[in-house]
């Protein structure tokens, strides 16, 4: 017989996603709750995100007129994520059971005080798919003043943006220069800004929004939350969990549970080791996750049987890293780049490979794909005088004046003749200049012909809704550009195998009795696809909340 330290009803290992989700269903049921986070910030990856959960026919939807429903949903997702023999973490079961339970999860929260809201229009990311929504699922928090925490908030893991806005509004500020709305925007924001300073208020946004709230609402609702609370063991009793081994004032520290443990513990996109074993060619400097992310617990879930899945899957995200920003935890996203118009992607061979307006999970499952039969890591984004005065690269405003680093060091090639620009890549001349001539000719024909690129409203959205073509400019006018494209990552996609209820599961299928799990410490119920904005974020919650709820039917079944 084991002894413990201390007991409570519930054990969280990890703060990010929906472990204060999961903790919320149980202190409103009466029951006591732990939070071990590792690191000393609350929040995990999610606080540094953008915060966006995919919950198809969530109450905004309904409240707004969007169109949507569980079948709908459920056809849409049967359709882009479907019946794969090597993607275990989903099923039609589970597919359906997040349908169902993400749009009552989101009710939940929102009876507990936690303020979201709905983006205007943000595409799924296969809009044109039997059951897709053009107008989008997602569901993000609003703005939320951090001061409300009082010592908490230097607890709160920070958000990649720091401006004091919201995602809608950063989403529509990068048309600055072709839109007075969008200047509008930017006035407000500065005004937010200002009267936020003048009456003692700090906005956080994003991923720190819906933490922040998250984190607010389970102070008041009493759940113990411990950081610098590493995790290094599963204790298990004639095979059922019964609590963890911690650290408290730097020793061991037995924690038992009585109805079971969560690990909400991330991924591994920070352990080399683990990336070189799932997803080799890849890099943990090319991921934009919290330090936490080591995957230690996948490996400990394991040690006790667990079943594992959809390793080799991340969710990708392009990066490039400008001089200076080697070592920079948060490495510019360039999802937009290559989706505007006067843009493309090419391997090192010079050939244009994907349709460059797909979900960043597709994108960077492309890059990978094709270096395995070219070299294609990097890749080059190539961009004519037309895309630089117009939109933004790597943080910087439209406009040819960029850093002069940029230029001395090579990370930025520019070149008066598309063949000048071949030399400086180490591209074959000839191939790069086809490419460009055969992306220019369907830019006048007004359709790509190879990939389809500007043909779903998701494309179109990520392009420039203000230009002729949303997607698709030609690439004519010099200088000419180029720049390394990465296929960075903001987390792992595979990790334990879990059922319909978020029970973990062994090899055979038969359940780790008092082993729960979420986020992206599990093989995602989205399978090798990412469906849309949110479609980490949310399944985190969403199985978070139902962890919880069968912890309890299971206790009170027992």
């Given at each position: 017989m084991n002894t413990y330290d201390e007991t409570f009803d519930f054990a969280v290992v990890g703060s990010g996603g929906g472990s204060m989700c999961s903790a919320l269903v149980m202190r409103q049921a009466g029951k006591s709750v732990v939070v071990l986070e590792k690191t000393g910030l609350i929040g995990g990856t999610t606080a540094r995100s953008g915060g966006v959960m995919w919950i198809p026919n969530n109450r905004?939807?309904?409240?707004?007129?969007?169109?949507?429903?569980?079948?709908?949903?459920?056809?849409?997702?049967?359709?882009?994520?479907?019946?794969?023999?090597?993607?275990?973490?989903?099923?039609?079961?589970?597919?359906?059971?997040?349908?169902?339970?993400?749009?009552e999860m989101v009710d939940f929260l929102v009876e507990k005080g936690i303020r979201l809201n709905r983006v205007d229009y943000w595409p799924d990311y296969y809009d044109d798919a039997p059951g897709g929504s053009e107008q989008g699922r997602t569901v993000v928090a609003e703005l939320f003043n951090v001061n409300e925490l009082g010592p908490w908030k230097h607890k709160l893991r920070p958000n990649f943006i720091s401006m004091m806005s919201t995602l809608d509004e950063m989403l529509k500020l990068r048309f600055i220069k072709q839109s007075w709305a969008s200047k509008k925007i930017a006035a407000r924001i500065v005004l937010r800004t200002i009267g936020a300073?003048?009456?003692?208020?700090?906005?956080?946004?994003?991923?720190?929004?819906?933490?922040?709230?998250?984190?607010?609402?389970s102070l008041k609702a009493g759940v113990e939350l411990?950081?610098?609370?590493?995790?290094?063991?599963?204790?298990?009793?004639?095979?059922?969990?019964?609590?963890?081994?911690?650290?408290?004032?730097?020793?061991?520290?037995?924690?038992?549970?009585?109805l079971g443990v969560l690990v909400n513990a991330g991924?591994?996109?920070?352990?080399?080791?683990?990336?070189?074993?799932?997803?080799?060619?890849?890099?943990?400097?090319?991921?934009?996750?919290?330090?936490?992310?080591?995957?230690?617990?996948?490996?400990?879930?394991?040690?006790?049987?667990?079943?594992?899945?959809?390793m080799e899957e991340m969710v990708g995200n392009q990066i490039v890293i400008p001089p200076g920003m080697e070592d920079v935890e948060i490495k510019p996203v360039v999802q937009g780049v290559t989706a505007s118009p006067h843009a493309i992607l090419v391997d090192q061979t010079g050939v244009r490979y994907m349709n460059e307006s797909g979900s960043y999970m597709s994108y960077c499952q492309g890059m990978l794909k094709r270096n395995e039969v070219t070299h294609a890591v990097p890749s080059w984004a190539i961009m004519d005088s037309q895309f630089m005065a117009k939109y933004m690269l790597?943080?910087?405003?439209?406009?040819?004046?960029?850093?002069?680093?940029?230029?001395?060091?090579?990370?930025?090639?520019?070149?008066?003749?598309?063949?000048?620009?071949?030399?400086?890549?180490?591209?074959?001349?000839?191939?790069?200049?086809?490419?460009?001539?055969?992306?220019?000719?369907?830019?006048?024909?007004?359709?790509?012909?190879?990939?389809h690129r500007g043909e779903r409203a998701y494309d179109r959205w990520l392009g420039?809704?203000?230009?002729?073509n949303a997607s698709l400019g030609t690439i004519e006018k010099g200088p000419f550009y180029a720049v390394e494209v990465l296929p960075g990552d903001v987390g792992t996609y595979g990790g334990v195998v879990t059922d319909s209820k978020a029970r973990v599961l062994r090899e055979d299928g038969s359940i780790i009795t008092g082993l729960y799990a979420t986020g992206i410490s599990t093989a995602s119920s989205m399978g090798r696809c990412y469906p849309g904005a949110g479609a980490s974020v949310g399944p985190s919650f969403v199985w978070g909340?139902?962890?919880?709820?069968?912890?309890?039917?299971?206790?009170?079944?027992?």
């Open positions: 905004f939807m309904k409240r707004d007129g969007v169109a949507d429903s569980f079948e709908q949903a459920t056809t849409y997702l049967d359709a882009v994520v479907g019946n794969r023999n090597d993607a275990p973490g989903t099923s039609p079961e589970r597919r359906r059971a997040y349908v169902a339970e993400g749009a300073k003048l009456t003692g208020k700090h906005y956080v946004t994003a991923g720190a929004a819906l933490q922040g709230r998250m984190l607010q609402a411990r950081t610098e609370s590493p995790v290094s063991e599963l204790i298990v009793e004639d095979g059922v969990v019964r609590g963890v081994v911690t650290l408290k004032d730097g020793r061991p520290w037995r924690i038992g549970t009585r991924g591994f996109a920070k352990n080399q080791a683990m990336r070189d074993q799932y997803i080799p060619g890849t890099s943990t400097n090319w991921s934009l996750t919290a330090e936490g992310d080591t995957g230690e617990m996948i490996r400990e879930m394991m040690r006790h049987g667990a079943a594992i899945g959809q790597a943080n910087t405003m439209p406009g040819a004046k960029k850093p002069a680093s940029w230029f001395d060091t090579g990370f930025l090639k520019k070149a008066d003749s598309v063949e000048e620009l071949a030399a400086l890549t180490r591209i074959p001349p000839e191939a790069l200049r086809a490419t460009i001539d055969r992306f220019n000719g369907f830019v006048m024909n007004g359709r790509d012909e190879d990939f420039d809704v203000f230009a002729p909340y139902v962890a919880a709820k069968s912890a309890l039917a299971d206790s009170a079944s027992s």
